[in-house]
């Protein structure tokens, strides 16, 4: 006989495993038992019976009624329990083999049974509600934080190589527009002009602007004094109709024009760069109060003025437009992807040390916050009940489709197997219960003398 285990997940039923036989101890004790007792009635009563008829001992007849009765019901429950899983000795009589024969109304009434008692809202509800899916989460979450982390930055190249660098720089760009865009940029400068007004940096980014100016003024002397004899009406040229006189007296016109322009521009230095320094070291200084009056007037302008949200609209539209956010696209993914592919690999990796305090994190917040906790075991709760309740004409798919997989003998050993003991109790109560009632009637009878 063919021993056959049920269909593991992926397997067909009809793809069955064989298994090893093998009998219940139990099974085995207590059907030596039954069997037993079945033989010691057996020889009581021919023991019985023939001491009463050779020896004429009468009061034997009460053991042999007991012994005979006794016998009697060990051999009908013997029957009885036989009949359930096998042929008794071999023997097709009708009604016998009742589970091999109905393995297919076995198998529909085990699914039924168990898809209607115990899949249900009334028994399931109550126990998944009160597990802590959040706790344990939680305490997963914190003992395998590590190897979350390291499992991530591991896998990372292989998803950055998976993506396409046109679409992220696409992506990318696109964001940026609309960040460009949405962006109330006028409000946001009058918020932070607005700060560095309260603390006093207005002064500070004043005499820098000053100190700069001032200092640009200096590296191009030479430009300012250039610009300023182009001015000078003084030139060599002027003399182009006098004999000889371009060539006498030019260059001398040249040479004072460029001495004039550069005492013109020196002067012109000297004097705004003096103005400049004296309107940074006083604090009550024309110009000082000048650009305080104009860094008022353009806080309140970005707040407020339609023209210049308007002029800001404008020039955000316009830098959208500009093929200038797409290089900035390029470069930044390239510099991301870069930096995430050479830190993953680095041994002490900033993105699995952040991934690994994010984990964590997360960790300690669903620990900590009971409110959280107890809304993800509602949820979770919730979705694990439903799932199981949507599942259950597959449940009873499976529990039929398993059974009727089996051997049909092979079923009849394995369900032996598991309630065969109990079944054995019952041959050896009928033995006793059959021999009291056999020994009650005899005494009935010896009562009445029948």
């Not at 168990?114 to 597990?131: D, H, V, Y």
Request: proline residues 4%; contains cysteine; charged residues 25%.
């Amino acid at each position: 006989m063919k021993c056959y285990d049920p269909p593991l997940p992926g397997e067909t039923t009809t793809s069955i495993r064989p298994m090893s036989t093998h009998t219940n101890p139990g099974l085995r004790k207590m059907r030596r038992v039954a069997t037993g007792a079945l033989i010691l009635c057996a020889a009581g009563a021919v023991t019985c019976r023939l001491a009463a008829h050779f020896a004429g001992m009468a009061w034997l007849g009460w053991p042999g009624a007991f012994f005979e009765a006794g016998m009697v019901g060990a051999m009908a429950d013997w029957f009885a329990v036989v009949a359930l899983f096998r042929h008794p000795l071999g023997i097709p009589i009708p009604h016998t083999a009742v589970l091999p024969k109905n393995k297919g109304r076995v198998a529909d009434s085990l699914a039924t049974f168990i898809s209607e008692s115990f899949l249900t809202e009334e028994q399931l509800g109550p126990r998944l509600r009160r597990i802590d899916y959040a706790g344990f989460a939680s305490r997963w979450l914190q003992g395998n934080a590590t190897m979350i982390a390291a499992r991530a930055t591991a896998f990372a190249p292989t998803i950055l190589d998976g993506l396409s660098d046109e679409e992220m720089t696409a992506l990318l760009g696109e964001r940026a527009r609309d960040l460009i865009r949405q962006s109330k940029l006028g409000p946001i400068a009058a918020t932070a002009l607005g700060i560095a007004l309260q603390n006093g940096r207005d002064r500070e980014i004043f005499v820098s602007v000053l100190r700069s100016a001032g200092t640009l003024l200096e590296e191009h002397r030479t430009t300012i004094q250039e610009k300023i004899a182009e001015e000078i009406p003084l030139s060599g040229d002027m003399l182009r109709g006098i004999p000889f006189g371009r060539e006498l007296a030019g260059p001398l016109l040249d040479s004072l024009r460029d001495s004039l322009a550069g005492t013109v521009a020196k002067k012109t230095i000297e004097k705004t760069q003096t103005t400049l320094e004296e309107a940074a070291r006083n604090p009550q200084s024309s110009l000082w109060n000048a650009f305080d009056k104009r860094l008022r007037e353009l806080i309140e302008n970005l707040k407020s003025s339609p023209e210049m949200t308007e002029k800001i609209r404008t020039l955000q539209d316009t830098l959208a437009k500009s093929t200038m956010i797409e290089d900035f696209a390029q470069a930044t993914w390239r510099e991301i992807k870069t930096f995430l592919l050479r830190d993953c690999a680095a041994p002490s990796s900033l993105v699995r040390r952040k991934i690994e305090e994010a984990v964590r994190s997360a960790s300690n917040q669903i620990m900590e916050n009971e409110a959280t906790r107890k809304e993800i075991n509602a949820f979770v709760g919730e979705e694990v009940l439903k799932s199981i309740l949507t599942a259950k004409p597959h449940a009873q798919e499976l529990i039929t489709s398993t059974v009727n997989a089996w051997d049909s003998q092979e079923m009849a050993t394995r369900l032996e197997g598991t309630v065969g003991r109990d079944l054995q109790f019952i041959r050896l109560n009928g033995t006793i219960v059959g021999g009291l009632v056999g020994l009650a009637i005899h005494t009935i009878f010896w009562a009445l003398q029948l």
